[in-house]
């Protein structure tokens, strides 16, 4: 180990562990880590293959095995077993003289402020997984593919709980960019993993080696720490509809001396690489003399510990000066809004001619939800603007994580912003098996807490990675809460993380019993923003009946039903002027504990959501 260590001593590694096994006919819809357990000799035979191509480092087959990956495939009880039996594998083909390096990658969650899993969770869950690796007899912690800064800090301290004396090789990955998929740049990461203590810091996967020996120089500059560098056989191509990796073995033996020689002192291979190409990477530094002339590294500058320094961005525009309806938010005064759903084509003019009815009638905001129950409808964001350009009234936009990544989020909201959008209310989303088209694909990416992070760090001018980005933004930040939830203390929780977050005002799910919305209200005072209410007018006790069964976090009492089919049995019109006489009552029941009312339209009829008001 004490080569390991050694700051002039070149080491490999060795190459991918998904890409020979998936050569050996295992799909990727299996989960590869259990192959220790349900094929060990497969996994033993790549390790074999590696160490005959002259790899001097192996990786254990254990990127995904922490709890949070192994639960999809029902193995979340199985993490000690896969990790322990993963570091045996490795250690009977590595033999006496060779490294074994316990491979640990990211949860595949989002940590806080973008998810819903604390700083605590993660490290616990990467020390179960590194205790396990450590059982198993690992020579040192390989953490590699992080994204997140945040996240690998945590696997960084969880390391140093487990087993202090072990060294820890951290490694980011970043894009085309040259920097992480949170902006972070290679001089950032190299200072925030040397102040966090990795024994080295290097970059793995993602990219080809010309990209990651571009940021090893760049590193090289900022820390004297060893620097190791494992980049993926060139970016991949579909050939013939697979994804292969087109790098030869000769390119890579040439970028592995280039490697060397800009700083790097652990080289190895990630996606697409082969035994081959170790092999040809081994032969391609061998001539190298071990004492290289590398620039004089300046020294770290001091920071927080385990804290990268980030810009302290803008001074986000006061929230009372964002927008109408927040100005009425701030002073206090009650707002109202009402909801209507986008059309399901392109032809909006009945949805303008109804939403010109609501600003004549002096209606504060039209909320226009984002694809509610998992329905394809004209787009929330541009439907807004539509609204909002040709009648002049102001819209809450929702804004759901259902349908877009992180990046794609980042574009919307950039775009709305400049184009003049204000108002917004972040929601997570219906899963796309609640709607009309169950086979969607959903991104959930991040859920709403995770948002609501992501645009107040845009109305302090900063993106995910704390990067400036001019002029912040100017929303007004609303979220959801359900006070009728079926846990009512994790929607509390949930509810104060949203606030912590950085919400500044809450809509609630339609509203059917008072007693529920005060209790909540009661419950979350420590946390109180602006709440609006929600609220729905009935039309029949078959609307009252799809509601309470079928519309997740709506709560419809069975006195209400019970109101609802008595008047349902005398006419139809008689079930509309009930459903709006228990909205009414709705309405003045809580005008008192909220600071506003939302009421929708039910299948678009805005006459009855103006009777509610009336």
């Known amino acids: 180990m004490s080569r390991l260590l050694a700051p002039d001593s070149v080491i490999v590694f060795d190459g991918a562990m998904g890409t020979m096994l998936y050569a050996r006919g295992v799909f990727i819809n299996q989960c590869y880590d259990e192959l220790n357990l349900r094929a060990p000799d497969l996994v ?3 390790h074999a293959a590696y160490v005959a191509a002259g790899a001097e480092a192996l990786e254990t087959n254990s990127f995904g095995a922490n709890r949070f990956k192994l639960t999809p495939f029902g193995l979340q009880t199985e993490v000690a077993a896969i990790n322990r039996t993963a570091a045996t594998l490795a250690r009977d083909a590595a033999g006496p003289d060779r490294i074994v390096a316990g491979a640990v990658g990211p949860l595949g969650i989002r940590l806080e402020p973008f998810g819903p899993t604390s700083h605590a969770e993660a490290r616990e869950a990467f020390a179960e997984q590194m205790q396990a690796l450590r059982d198993g007899g690992v020579d040192c912690f390989l953490l590699e593919t992080f994204g997140d800064l945040e996240e690998i800090l945590e696997a960084i301290k969880a390391a140093r709980e487990v087993a202090p004396g072990v060294p820890v090789i951290a490694q980011m990955t970043i894009g085309l960019d040259g920097v992480s998929p949170y902006g972070a740049t290679p001089e950032d990461m190299a200072r925030a993993l040397d102040a966090a203590g990795a024994d080295v810091i290097g970059l793995n996967c993602s990219v080809g080696p010309q990209i990651i020996l571009e940021a090893i120089e760049k590193m090289a500059t900022v820390t004297t720490r060893k620097l190791s560098a494992m980049p993926n056989a060139g970016m991949p191509r579909e050939v013939g509809g697979r994804h292969m990796y087109m790098a030869s073995p000769e390119y890579m ?17 990630c996606c697409g690489t082969t035994p081959d190409h170790i092999k040809a990477m081994v032969e391609g530094i061998r001539p190298l003399v071990p004492r290289l002339h590398l620039p004089v590294a300046a020294p770290p500058k001091p920071a927080v510990p385990n804290e990268p320094a980030r810009p302290a961005g803008a001074e986000p525009v ?24 986008p059309p399901r084509g392109v032809d909006a003019s009945r949805m303008l001619r109804d939403v010109a009815s609501l600003k004549l009638a002096g209606i504060d905001a039209v909320n226009v939800p984002d694809g509610p129950r998992a329905q394809s409808r004209m787009g929330a964001m541009l439907c807004s603007v539509l ?12 804004y759901a994580c259902r349908d877009r990544n992180l990046l794609g989020m980042l574009s919307d909201l950039l775009g709305g912003a400049a184009i003049g959008l204000r108002n917004i209310l972040l929601i997570t989303g219906d899963p796309p098996k609640m709607g009309p088209y169950p086979d969607a694909t959903a991104v959930f990416d991040i859920d709403a807490i995770g948002l609501t992070n992501l645009v ?41 993380w949203k606030v912590d977050a950085g919400a500044e005002y809450a809509i609630t799910q339609p509203v059917f019993d008072t007693r529920q919305l005060e209790r909540f209200l009661r419950e979350t005072e420590e946390n109180r923003i602006p ?5 729905w007018p009935l039309v029949s006790v078959r609307n009252a009946e799809f509601l309470a069964n079928e519309v997740p976090g709506v709560v419809v009492p069975d006195e209400v039903i019970v109101r609802m089919r008595r008047a349902n049995d005398q006419s139809r019109e008689h079930a509309v002027q009930e459903g709006i006489a228990i909205a009414r009552e709705m309405l003045e029941r809580v005008r008192g504990a909220v600071q506003g009312a939302q009421v929708s339209a039910p299948f678009g009829k805005v006459d009855l959501a103006l009777s509610v008001f009336a």
Do not use: M, W
């Not at 060397?260 to 291979?269: F, P």
């Not at 964002?322 to 209507?340: D, N, P, W, Y």
């Not at 609204?387 to 929702?398: D, L, N, P, R």
């Not at 709440?531 to 609220?535: D, E, M």
């Open 44 to 46: 033993r035979d790549v």
């Open 531 to 535: 709440v609006i209410a929600g609220i």
């Open 318 to 341: 006061p929230f009372a000066e964002r927008s109408r309806f927040a100005g009425k938010l701030a002073r206090g005064e009650f707002v109202t809004s009402v909801e209507i759903v």
């Open 456 to 496: 107040r760090n845009l109305n302090h001018g900063l993106d995910p990675g704390g990067n400036s980005i001019g002029a912040p933004t100017r929303y007004a930040i609303g979220v959801g809460v359900n006070p009728a939830a079926v846990d009512p203390a994790h929607e509390r929780r949930r509810f104060a």
């Open 387 to 398: 609204i909002e350009q040709q009648v002049g009234i102001e819209t809450v936009c929702h």
């Open 253 to 269: 033996a040439t970028y592995a001396r280039h490697l060397v020689q800009g700083g790097a002192r652990i080289v190895g291979g």
